[in-house]
């Protein structure tokens, strides 16, 4: 096999099994590699624990958060069955270079993963991507088993890779968007071009996951751009996509949603756009396309409140919308505006019960411990919390993340720090243990909120 590409294990790690059978970024990546001649295979890492799949915002957060002391301690075990079945898949495959993609909190893992495959085989060429790799490429390259960072859109630099090492000539100082080493130094090459046509793409080649059993994950991904037009501190999307929205045309996305009918066995198509609803044009004539196609698929998304009003919001019931993914963050006004949300509590107030009252599903994602917060702008978001109507809370504790605005090169322990860790403490106005009392208060309001999600569904 040529390559190898391996989404590291992280929440199976922490003991919660995956809704999903693979990333986004995997499979198009896979597609686009073997679309030109490379023969290529995805490994999912999630789906090599035998935890039973679970639904994304159902389980149990808490355990959840508690669960980085668990991901440490498999961190440090040689001999726990997800290193053991990786390192099989290794071998089995034999691929001459291994790819890995993976987010700041996945590090450890993805050095494991790392690991391992040159155990394997030291002449194993590993190269790594995704979020952290493309804002920490020389932190990346300092793991002794990671040879070469792909910064940002990894089709044209990873392609230009395969070729060179399959070759027998890695000319990597002619390869853009990388970082390598060299002779004990770190260099880093100018940025790659972006793909200005995302519908000259292949579609994703969920085919290529060597370990997933379609029947049981039935849930798929679809994007339908790259890039994500808001600015929100915390997050990294548009700085990652080089502050610009490249957007696939209607009758391709409409395409690859057939195609996925007709192959698969699907439950729910998550639409995973860093903001799918912001295009007030685009999403009206894609709710039309999925009604005139009669489509017998459900659809979910990512969205905002100011995007949203009751005649969209009616379309997209129509159209069988089914599920909207919300980032809430605070029910404090001042913390809104400092994150550059650009929305308001009344907007959140209003849009939440026009959801609320047609009957699509939402969840409602909360951040907790930001840097500026006080105490009362956490009561005022725990107020909102009860206030407001939902199906589901997503509760997160505020890590600081490479790319984003709130990161200022912090030195943080990415094997106690995590998502929903409760290691988490980058504020400066609460002590630690207050924040964690305030965040076990969040998760009370929402657990008592999915039971009553459940018990009326």
Known sequence: MDILLIEPPYKALKGIGSEYGYSISTVNLAAYLQNNGIDTAILSGNLLSDLPSQASFSFDVRKYAEGQKRYKEILADDTHSIWRKLSETIQNCRPKIVGITYLTPMMHSAQKVAALAKEIDENIIVIAGGHHPTFCPEETLESPNIDIAVRGEGEIPLLKLCNAFLSGNPDLENIPGIHFKENGNIIGNADSDMITDLDSLPFPARELVLNCDYSRYRLHYVITARGCPYNCTFCSDKKLWKEKVRRRSLKNVMGEIKQLSRNYDVKYVDIVDGTF???????????????????????????RYDNLDQEIIDLMKRSNCSGLYLGLESGSQKILNSIDKKTTVDDIIKTSEIIHQSGITSVTAILMGLPQEDAQDIEDTLTLMSRIKTSIFDINNFVPLPGTPLYDGQNVDWKKVGFKSFENYFTNNISKEALGGYINRAYEIAQKTLENFIATS
């Open 277 to 303: 609803t912001y295009d007030r044009r685009y999403l009206t004539e894609f709710c039309n396309a999925m009604i005139q196609e009669e489509l017998d698929v459900k659809w979910r998304c990512s969205a």
